[in-house]
């Protein structure tokens, strides 16, 4: 029997009916309070144009039944149109699917390479994901030219959200049938096919290795912790990059499409419980970084820079968590803002040109309450920043950090009572810094240099003080940003040392890796940026 999809929305004023008429498919848009009768009618007359016969004058018989009786043609479209109805037209019955599960869009990758995981992005409605049915196909042979409607020259190759094309797929195309479900129904299939064959990889990179000692999930009270600064396309694809920052890179690895392979295969391949992003560009989030985390087990959060085109993602593994509360803010605007911050806006306000650089910094602070699938009174609050990037910026990152502390302090210790901190990021701040001392110590001197570190103009002079237990989980790297010009640790993990402790600290790539081609990024490696993985415990 045919199908009469009838989509229905509380919100909407429409209802829409979607079959398909003697060859042709139509698709009504009727009012939800208009008489039954009056959308039959409409059927009716659409199925004199589908068949095209002038002599159908009036149209052909339409009725709709539910349960073995004729519906009233007074009765308003929303009840009337019920799912297992059946609508007869002419000679032809359908049955009635009211909100089947949809599949409305499907998308995989331009770029595969073989050995780098296929994560297709969708879109559906009234469906999970977890209840749908995804089947990879490939080429029976390399370098055919599949015939996808007799399907005789593809052969099954996988029936998970994402594919891992293997060296013997190389030259091979592939594709992807999605078939949406509920749980209790499925929906209408829908195909996707990849541009292009598989390609072959770039050989072994950066972060083989350190996935080594991430094979397993970890299991409470173990969290696994990555922060990592991903490098925003909107960076990468400048002349300036190019030119200057990056010229020692291929330009096609600078290419976002072969950039995005590398990250999801590194990404999860650590399997983290809890994932802490910088530098995710505004489209990348939900075109291609969701669709891949969501297929490895992880649901997330973005939060985009002040007038930026470019932020922060936070992930976490929906196993083990559930979001509780979001509490993110910008940095500058906080400060004026926010009653939290008074006595820090009073101490910087004999200190205009600082004051006023701070400002108008799109610095963002993403802080995330997540709470135990397990035991939901176990709650951590996970905070998330990139600080101003300036070589001769310390006194600004200073008085960042400084409202981000503050933040997570009040998140943390009086919105909840006491829960577990752990702060990811990129600071843009080496362990000589000041905001480092600051961090780990939980004290400045107003004579400290780095309130001088743009010269006597900005200077801004404050002594500052946090209560908070902070130290850095993977200690202090030689290096977790190398370019040409530069290489030294920029990234953290501080967690609350009076309620975590580390576990395990993954080891950083050899130096010989990170300088196999000169620096990075590089094509086996997606960033300029190391992440930073550790496993971490709570006490």
């Given at each position: ?36 009768g ?15 016969r002038?002599?159908?004058?009036p ?65 559906m ?6 209840h ?50 509920d ?63 990056f ?57 985009l ?24 803010i ?5 400060l ?15 200190y205009?040109?600082?004051?006023d ?17 397990k ?39 009086e ?5 577990p ?10 362990p000589?810094?000041?905001m ?8 400045i ?7 001088m ?26 290096y977790?940003?190398?370019?040409g ?15 975590l ?39």
């Amino acid at each position: 029997m045919d199908r009469a999809v009838v989509r229905v929305m509380p919100s909407e004023p429409k209802l829409s009916i979607s079959l398909n008429l003697f060859g042709s498919h139509r698709q009504l848009q009727r009012d939800q309070t208009e008489p039954l009768g009056k959308a039959l009618a409409r059927i009716s007359a659409s199925a004199t144009k589908s068949k095209k016969r002038k002599e159908l004058v009036p149209g052909p018989p339409v009725r709709l039944f539910y349960r073995g009786q004729p519906v009233p043609d007074g009765l308003p479209n929303v009840e009337a149109w019920q799912d297992g109805a059946e609508l007869l037209v002419d000679q032809k019955m359908y049955r009635v699917e009211r909100n089947p599960p949809m599949c409305h869009e499907l998308e995989l990758p331009r770029h595969v390479m073989a050995g780098f995981p296929l994560c297709p992005r969708f879109r559906m409605e009234f469906a999970d994901p977890d209840h749908s049915v995804f089947v990879w196909y490939k080429q029976a042979r390399a370098g055919d030219s599949p015939d996808s409607q007799s399907g005789q020259e593809w052969q099954e190759a996988g029936q998970q959200r994402f594919f891992f094309p293997e060296v013997s797929d190389i030259g091979m195309r592939l594709k992807l049938r999605c078939t949406p479900g509920d749980g209790k129904r499925y929906g209408e299939s829908r195909e996707v096919e990849v541009d292009g064959p598989v390609e072959a990889g770039p050989g072994a990179c950066t972060f083989d290795q350190r996935h080594l000692y991430t094979q397993r999930l970890t299991e409470d009270p173990v969290i696994r912790v990555v922060s990592y600064n991903m490098l925003a396309d909107v960076y990468a694809q400048t002349e300036h990059s190019r030119t200057v920052l990056f010229p020692y890179c291929a330009p096609y690895a600078l290419e976002y499409q072969y950039r995005n392979s590398l990250l999801r295969k590194e990404l999860s391949g650590y399997r983290a419980d809890l994932l802490c992003l910088q530098e995710v560009d505004r489209t990348a989030f939900p075109d291609t970084l969701c669709p891949a985390m969501e297929a490895f087990g992880l649901d997330g959060l973005f939060r985009l820079k002040d007038k930026q085109h470019e932020g922060l993602a936070t992930f976490y593994r929906r196993s083990r968590y559930r979001l509780c509360s979001r509490h993110d803010i910008l940095l500058g605007e906080a400060l004026t803002g926010d009653p939290l911050h008074r006595a820090l806006l009073e101490q910087l306000d004999p200190y205009p040109a600082a004051k006023d650089k701070m400002l108008q910094r799109s610095s963002a602070l993403q802080v995330t309450v997540l709470e135990s699938i397990k035991d939901p009174s176990s709650k951590i609050c996970v905070a998330n920043t990139h600080l101003y990037f300036h070589p001769n910026g310390g006194n600004i990152r200073l008085i960042q950090m400084a409202v981000a502390l503050t933040h997570v302090r009040h998140v943390a210790n009086e919105l909840y009572p006491s829960i577990p901190i752990i702060f990811c990021g990129d600071f843009n701040s080496t362990p000589s810094t000041g905001m480092y001392s600051y961090v780990k110590d939980g004290t400045i001197a107003e004579d400290h240099p780095d309130w001088m570190s743009n010269g006597e103009e900005e200077r801004c002079n404050m002594a500052l003080n946090h209560p908070l237990k902070l130290k850095s989980a993977c200690g202090e790297p030689a290096y977790t940003n190398y370019v040409g010009g530069f290489h030294g640790c920029l990234d953290y993990i501080f967690i609350d040392s009076d309620r975590l402790e580390v576990e395990q600290v993954i080891p950083m790539p050899s130096h010989e890796e990170i300088t196999s081609h000169q620096a990075l990024p590089s094509v086996s490696h997606p960033s300029d940026h190391i992440a930073l993985v550790c496993d971490v415990k709570l006490k």
